[in-house]
């Protein structure tokens, strides 16, 4: 019998408001002196002041690293990480959407033990701990609250390097819905695909356990009836809760099993054409689940039922049709663009597919789809969701 390996964030506070249990959460952990990692459009909104004047009530003093970029660059962290040193901390705070959060878990970690990002790249696995990372997420698509993953982008090379290992699992996630009420209608759709994703992928993983499965199905029944909703009414409190709620199950999800081809081929995309995490596992889904799904027909009939748009009653191949269609009017309906209607050159697209090609069968993803691609089949799949 195989044995799943489970690992967790040590505390959990999730609904509205949690992230005004900072102070609290600290003093538990015993800790006194936060960095808090973010960026400059959310310091500019006031809610960093804010995390800072409950701090400071608390008799807790934090500095503040607003400098991360949106996709981490090795420059970023390496900014980040100087940050660190010129002050005497024991903790690291990551707020705000994928970018920051894992631009803290990297800090964290080679503030504690130096060299290059490059050096804990897949498939090197970096369990011993970094300085403790408490996560606070303003966005319902990453999970990156609850995973022990961070990316960040070697802008030498153009690579998206997957960097795994216990050392940036948080100890702590605040998860509060409230922050993500005024995120506008692109990053709503885009966040909420990313995590109906990560689901996904984790359910139909080859590294799914019983544990994972769980919280892959939770996460679908939460974020599938739940994504027009958002995106139609920003301020549709029950449903940014269960989105954000999704999110964080559906992080804890691929984080115990992994995800797959998607994000093999997405982070690629990412790297070399700048576009966003979400969008660019969003373009993939619906092409990358119709190639794979002959292979695990009914683990993908049971999203299907999981996200209601099968009958518990019906085949899977009826199921898995119905999946594919509802993939295909999401992103339809949430004006999801493709590659060329993004903006992207169709000539530099066609060049970088090798390198995109080679660059996701490195990351070791699509090793963990149902269907195992080659590197022409991955070559066929970025040429169909072009077209």
Not at 58 to 67: T, Y
């Amino acid at each position: 019998m195989t044995v799943a390996q489970i690992s967790l964030p040590r505390i959990f506070r999730i609904g509205g408001g949690a992230s005004r249990e900072l102070p609290q959460v600290l003093a538990m952990l015993g800790l006194t002196r936060p960095l808090i990692v973010t960026d400059a459009f959310l310091l500019g909104q006031g809610w960093v002041t804010r995390i800072e004047d409950e701090l400071k009530a608390a008799g807790m003093a934090a500095r503040v690293f607003a400098d991360t970029v949106p996709d981490p660059t090795v420059s970023s962290i390496d900014a980040g990480v100087a940050f660190l040193a010129a002050g005497n901390h024991d903790c690291v705070i990551g707020f705000g959407g994928g970018s920051p959060l894992d631009s803290a878990k990297a800090i964290a970690m080679l503030g504690m033990h130096g060299g290059a990002m490059a050096d804990y790249k897949a498939p090197h696995v970096q369990d011993a701990p970094g300085l403790p990372v408490i996560a606070i997420p303003t966005t319902a698509g990453t999970g990156s609250d609850a995973t022990r993953f961070t990316i960040i982008t070697d802008e030498a090379t153009d690579e998206k390097m997957l960097c795994p290992g216990l050392a940036y699992l948080p100890i702590a996630a605040l998860v509060d819905y409230e922050l993500t009420l005024t995120k506008p209608r692109r990053l709503t759709a885009d966040t909420g695909i990313d995590s109906l994703t990560h689901a996904i992928e984790a359910y139909v993983s080859k590294r799914a356990n019983p544990f994972s499965d769980g919280m892959a199905l939770l996460a679908m029944r939460a974020i599938a009836p739940n994504l027009r909703r958002v995106c139609l009414d920003p301020e549709d409190r029950p449903a940014r809760e269960a989105m954000m709620l999704g999110a964080t199950q559906a992080g804890i999800a691929f984080s115990n099993s992994s995800v797959a081809l998607v994000h093999g081929m997405s982070r690629p995309i990412g790297a070399h054409f700048h576009v966003p995490h979400g969008l660019s596992n969003a373009m993939l889904l619906p092409a990358v689940t119709a190639w794979s799904a002959p292979a695990a027909l009914a683990r993908y009939a049971d999203c299907a039922r999981a996200m209601g748009v099968a009958d518990e009653r019906e085949g899977d191949q009826s199921a898995v049709a119905r999946l594919l269609d509802e993939l295909a009017a999401l992103n339809d309906e949430l004006d999801v663009p493709g590659p060329a209607a993004w903006g992207i050159d169709a000539a530099r697209w066609d060049a970088m597919v090798p390198t995109m090609c080679a660059q996701a069968l490195a990351s070791g993803s699509p090793a963990n789809n149902p269907r195992v691609p080659e590197a022409a089949e991955i070559a066929e799949l970025y040429a169909r969701v072009w077209g």
